[in-house]
């Protein structure tokens, strides 16, 4: 992953502790069967809490799962923003986020 990338979430994420927040809402990256990645972003207390984020869906069939080795779905679902994709995307996932959440 671009240290860029990572520095720039590292960064968001610092920005929104405050001594109580980070008890409750955080960031979690996982790796999923599919192969790929999922990371949540819990949006409470934060700025991006109820801004619109168009969803951004490729390769993903209308159950939602992967319909092709390259896949990518980043979207909003209730406080959290949700980003996954196939095991070659982390940095791009992450990207998405950086790019509503900073822009």
Not at 26 to 35: A, F, R, S, V
Not at 68 to 73: C, E, F, I, T, V
Request: net charge negative.
């Amino acid at each position: 992953m671009p240290r860029d990338v990572l520095s720039g979430l590292t960064q968001w994420y610092s920005n929104h502790c405050d001594g109580e927040r980070e008890h409750h809402h955080g960031i979690t990256m996982q790796t999923t069967d599919n192969p790929g990645w999922w990371v949540k972003i819990d949006l409470t207390d934060t700025e991006l809490a109820g801004r619109a984020f168009p969803p951004i869906r490729e390769g993903v069939g209308p159950d939602g799962f992967p319909a092709q080795p390259r896949w990518l779905d980043c979207r909003v679902q209730e406080t959290k923003w949700h980003g996954a994709g196939d095991e070659s995307r982390l940095a791009e996932i992450i990207g998405h986020f950086l790019a509503w959440a900073t822009g």
